[in-house]
Each structure stands twice: as C-alpha cells, then as structure tokens.
C-alpha cells in the first residue's frame, strides 16, 4: 500500500504524519460518521422501532387479534390484490419501454422518456385526483360509466388504477440506463445467428438484465404495497371494501385506536425490511458477479 | 458465395456515411476495407451482413452469388459476423455460445449429439479444446474472440465478416491470430470481409485491399499494387511512410524556385539516394539529423533551395559509406515519385510532418 502523503511541515517537525493524501484525518472521518448515525437513528431506527413497542404494548394477543379483525383482513387482501395486479403489469410496460428507449431512436423518444418519471415528479394526491377527475361521476367518463353500472372510482379498479400509474416508473427507470451500457452488440450477433425477435428478447437480453428487473419489481411491489396519496384520494375510505392496509392504518389511528395501528403498521414496516434484505442481497450478488468478471481482465 | 454490392449510399441524418459505393468481393477471397475512423468501412461491412440498410431511395443493392438479399434479414443471410469487442453472451458458457446459431434454428435443428460433435471441432478448430464449461469472463481477450470466431462458423456461414476483429487485442495475440486467419483460409477458402485500420494487417492478410476514405472507396487493389501505385495522394499517405513536397520541382531539379506550382509530389523514405556527388537529376540538400540506431538509418534533410524537409530511409552500410554530419551538404536523388495535381483542400496526415524551420 502506497502512503501518498506525508505532513512534513516546512519548520522541520520530524515526527511525520504518515497519511493516504485521498483520505481524512481520523477526527473528520470520526465526525461525519457520528452525525450520518444521529441522522439515521434520529429520522429512521427510533420511529421503526417504536412501531414495534407500541405494536406489542399490550401484549401479543392484542397484537394478534389488531391485525386478524375482518376489516384489517380484507385491507390486507386487497393490498395484496392491488399489488398482484400493479406489478406484473408495470414490469410489462417497463421492460417494453426500456427496450424502445435503450434499443432505437424514434421520434418522441424524449418525450416517453420524461413521460416515464412523471409519476415521480407528481405529488400522490394529484395522481389520485386525475383518475377521480376522469372517471369519477363528475368526470369525462363518469356520465357513461354510472350508465352502464360499471364502478371505477370508490371502487377497487380505481385502486389498481392510482397504484399502476404511482408505481409505473421503478422497472422502467431501473431497466433504461442498464441496458443503455449493455449496448446492442450481442442482440446483434444474436441477429446474425439466426435468431428471431422474441428468441432475442427471451434468450439473450433478458438474461443480461435480470439483476436489474428483479431490482426494480422488488421497489415497484413496495410502492405498491404501500402507496397512500393517490390511493387515499381514489378509494372512498369504505372500510371492508376500499381500504388498503395503509389506508386500514390511516383509520385505526383516526378512532383513537393506537395500538391496532401500530401493529397493522408493523406488517408494513415488516415488508420493508424484507425489501431492504431483497435489495442488499441482490446488490451483493451483483457486485460479486462484477468482481468475477473484472477479475479476469 | 460472391458479394457484389452496388450503388450503397447510407446517410445517418444529415452525415453522409457512404457515397454511392460499388464492390465486388470474388468468393474464396479474403477482402481488407482500410481506412480511417469514419471513412464508412464499418458501415458499409454492416449494410453486408444485413445489420443496416442501405438508404430507401438510393436502390442499392446487396448480392450474394447473384441472389438479391438487400431486404433479407441478417438471420437469413448466410453470414457470420464477429465484432470488435467479441459480443459473446456473458450469461452461457463457451459451448452454449458457440452452440447458439444451432440451437436457435427453428427448421432443421439438429439433434443433441451432432450439436455437440460440431461444437467441439469448432472449439478444436480455433484451437481451445475443452474450454466449453468456461464463461468468457474467465478468458482472455484472444481466447474470447477465438470463441467468437467458432460461433461465427458454427453456422456454416457462405459469407465471414470480421469488424476490427483484432483491434482490442495486444500485440503478439494479434499475430496469433492473424496467423490462424491466414491458415484457416487456406483450408476453407470462406469469403471473407474483415474491417481495419491497422495498414500492416490488411497488406499482411487481404488478397484485396479496399482502401476508404471519407465515405468514399480510394483504390481497389492487391496489397503490393496500392502500396507501390497508389491511386491517389490519400493513398499514398495512408500507407507506408511518404514525404510530401510542394515547393521542390522534379522537373527541375538543380534550379530551385522555392515557389509552390500547384502540384504535389510524393515520394518515399526508401526511395530517396543520398551521395556527396550530385547527378543530373539530384537536389541539394542539407543534413539535419541523423537517427543510427535499429535496423534502418534515418537522416533527417532540408532541401537547399525551398527549406522542405525530407525524410530518407538509408541502409547502414549506405550510412557508414556516407558519413554524413550535421550542416553537410549532399545530393539527394528520387528513385520513384509521383506527382499529383493541386492538393485535395483537406488531406490527412497520418505520418507526422515535421515544419520547416524559422528563417534565420
């Protein structure tokens, strides 16, 4: 190991401070570690854990029973629905737009690339609102749709509706940049060795970014799972029927009830430290795949 | 299988990246497009293995043995392609790499055991016997675009195309594998098209050397005819090393104007004499440096009259007779030169070109 730096000052102090020059002293790196800690614990570990020692405050029964009530039971299973429809959907429309973007030049190419981090940029509530805005009764749609006794909105095709648009850019935005730097090459060679389009896709692009894909299902799932604004707006609130688990949470705690909330909110807090583990072990196996293959050149 | 290209004209945009073009590649030949960066080689390779299409409206064509394939996909074409930085599928091994044209046909798929059996004389063929378990981030670089040959050919191409197959290589696996290229063709006698702008590769493998410039094609010939009759001043630079002159008249050696006629004339470093006596046909010319070491000698001269500067390729015996020192003044005579007329407005200058001295 190289010591690029020695403090040896002009007045001739003899006791060298031998040093990496691209590193900081010792005090600093002691510093900045000590406020990010403060920062983290302050704004993220003692809120999470304090989910939990509310959540069992009154004992394990009391926990069981918060999150087994009929109404905490349908607001799960509709998470899960929404969920179970939201992503495969948006894993569809991310990897089919991250294909167009990275693979071809077209006329409005930019335009779907600012089209896919809309959802991003717009607050939760808004994305809600314009679904509520078109087929909600007032709505452009909202004349025909009651004609024809078709419920969108308070409804859950509403939900699904506000979850797939909120959650649409995660694949995407994962996917784009990914097979931007894998480049074209062996799509190419697949081409001139006989294989057809979907052979392509299915054989060789798709292996290349698979680490990427699950990535960004992992973070879409979580969104959805736990997105409130838009869906706030959407569902009606109607307790059984329209109320996601976040939603379910939202209620619990506006009846006083905290300890019922805590613990539903626990199963949250729960499913996002199963995405953090999905998210590390991934990144952990991507590094060690890149490592093999930087190894050997 | 012969390749008769005509009338390719491909512009991306506004950039123009072939002009118009017409090539006949014979069958069996092993055919060098040279030239440098941007001067539409690669494009015009692709347009041939079907990866671009040559623009609508211009009617180009492709043509494989007769047969018209300009609106054929690659897949059908019959070719094998190798890229210049080995494109192999990270995620399969080497055997399922090379097995990959194979095992993709959807009519006449052969059958496990025959896969397997054309594989492996493949991985012997490009010599890298029993490496068919191993990934390509577990090869080298040479090892890894050997792998990309084999795919190449597991298809029994009519047609090889090799874009700067060799250009992220170093240097002794370069000529390991320019070797195996050379041997294999001897063998097989394949078509063969390979893209480079390395000079001494494609004088060293092509039977034709296609040299490209600027969207356009130079010159057409075996390597020893475009290296000792160039075409054109590109040509002439591109290849070898040359001295250009524009003020120093041939045509009148000892009287010197120092005044541009608007011709250029090339001549190169192994075809200028140096001697203390002056001929007929011999300019004055003044020693500047003398560079002894390695296998040539070098002596740098400035031409009395004009003050452009030569640069003479000399045996070391021819040095050791000569003797020259800094300042002597000797006669240089031009065993072969060709003149052109007025210089093209922008030519390019792969050889660097040292400035005349500031007048003293």
Known sequence: MASTGTTLLNRGRTAAVVRDATTESGWVRALLITVALTFLALFLFVPLVSVFVEAFRNGIHAYLHAISTPDAWAAIKLTLLVAAIAVPLNTVFGVAAAWSIAKYQFPGRSLLLTLVDLPFA??????????????????????????????????????????????FPFVARELIPLMETQGNDAEYAALTLGANGWQTFWRVTLPNIKWGLFYGVILCNARA???????????????????????HIETLYNDYNLQGSFACASLLVMLALVTLALKTFIEWRHARNHAAEADSH | M?????????????YVALENLELKVPTGALVALLGPSGSGKTTLLRIMAGLEYPDADSGGTVNFHGQDVTNTPPGERGVGFVFQHYALFRHLNVFENVAFGLKVRRKNRPPKKEIAERVNKLL????????????????????????????????????????????????KVRKELRRWLLDFQEHVHLTTVFVTHDQEEALELADEVVVMNNARIEQIGPPQEVYDKPATPFVFEFLGNVNRLELTSLQNPTHQTGRPDGTVTYVRPQDIELSRHPSPDSVQVVVHHVFAAGPWARVQVVVNHTGEWLDVELSRETLTLLQPTHGQLVHARFRHSRIFGAPPPTAPHPTPHPTPPAPS
């Not at chain 1, 009764?137 to 004349?143: E, T």
Request: charged share 15%.
């Open chain 1, 122 to 167: 717009i607050s939760p509530v808004i994305s809600g609102l314009i679904y509520v805005l078109v087929f909600g009764l007032q709505g452009w749609f909202g004349q025909w749709l009651d004609d024809h006794d078709i419920k969108i909105i308070f409804a859950v095709p509403g939900i699904v509706l506000a979850t797939i648009f909120v959650t």
């Open chain 1, 225 to 247: 799972m736990g997105e409130f604004g838009a869906v706030s707006v959407v569902s009606g609130h109607i307790r059984g029927l329209t109320n996601t688990l976040p939603l």
């Open chain 2, 2 to 14: 012969s390749i008769h290209a005509v009338n390719i004209r491909k512009t991306f945009g506004r």
């Open chain 2, 124 to 171: 012997e063929m490009v010599r890298l016997p029993g490496l068919g378990h191993r990934f390509p981030h577990q090869l080298s670089g040479g090892q890894r675009q050997r792998v990309a040959l084999a795919r190449a050919l597991a298809t029994e191409p009519k047609v090889l195309l090799l874009d700067e197959p060799f250009g992220a290589l170093d240097a």
